[in-house]
């Protein structure tokens, strides 16, 4: 999506999921990493947090076949910003398997791991909105909201995973933080780009205050997912 400057409606859009977004970025989880955390939590988020991972190329797509290319505006841009995109997090599917490497999971542990109810009401809610909502409201809460919340802890968890990892002994090497390296790096744009489709769908007031109430809810969803990750 090519970057257009700020608006009112996008500054409000912003502006009213500001305390939510910074709640998950700055999420006890991972600013105490690098010295709290346990294998049984890091265990728990890897298993618990796969279905959200599994299903998001899925949930892009659904996006993706909603929006009618010719229908406004940058439409077309739009979806073929979801394309492109799918292919890239159908990469990093794999590479959140790799994450698991260190710590012995293997791919029936995920395929057998019943996710907590904190969990499962974040990848509910999600589904729910990519398939019924608006595709500004599915844009807010998938890809801003989730991208751009795991764009901010993915960079702080560079450096706490290693140095946690390197703490508790566990043989690891660069592969089983690939997902955690590339998100710290290319996330950046994709929050800027999310907030390029909320600006192109959304283009009054009731429906960006519904986008922001969209990426409020996933949020929260997400920072109680991970307060349950933590009680592991
Ligand atoms: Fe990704």
Same mark, same amino acid.
């Given at each position: ?11 409000? &859009? ?8 910074? @709640? ?5 989880? &991972? *600013? ?71 710590? $012995? ?45 795991? $764009?901010?802890? *993915? ?13 508790? $002994? ?21 929050? @800027? ?7 192109? &769908?959304? *283009?009054?007031?009731?429906?960006? @205050? ?23």
């Amino acid at each position: 999506m090519k970057l257009t400057p700020p608006t009112e409606l996008s500054e409000k &859009f912003v502006a009213a999921q500001r305390e939510q977004f910074k @709640a998950v970025a700055e999420h006890p989880f &991972f *600013t105490r990493f690098a010295t709290e955390a346990t294998p049984a939590q890091i265990r728990k988020a890897l298993l618990g947090f796969y279905p959200l991972i599994d299903s998001f190329p899925r949930w892009m797509a659904t996006v993706r076949d909603r929006i009618d290319a010719k229908e406004r505006p940058r439409a077309d841009e739009a979806r073929d910003w979801y394309r492109r995109n799918i292919k890239v997090e159908r990469r990093h599917r794999s590479w959140w398997l790799d994450c698991g490497v260190p710590w $012995g999971l293997t791919r029936r542990d995920y395929a057998s791991f019943r996710p907590p109810a904190a969990m499962e009401e974040q990848c509910d809610f999600l589904r729910r909105i990519v398939r019924e909502g608006t595709v500004a409201e599915a844009a807010a809460a998938l890809n801003y909201a989730v991208e751009g919340a795991t $764009g901010e802890w *993915t960079r702080r968890m560079r450096d706490a995973s290693r140095a946690r990892y390197a703490t508790l $002994g566990i043989d690891f090497n660069d592969k089983a933080l690939r997902w955690v390296d590339a998100h710290a790096a290319y996330d950046d744009r994709h929050p @800027a780009e999310a907030l390029e489709v909320v600006k192109v &769908f959304a *283009t009054d007031d009731a429906s960006i @205050a519904r986008a922001a109430a969209a990426a409020v809810r996933s949020l929260e969803h997400y920072a109680t997912a991970l307060d349950d990750a933590l009680r592991a």
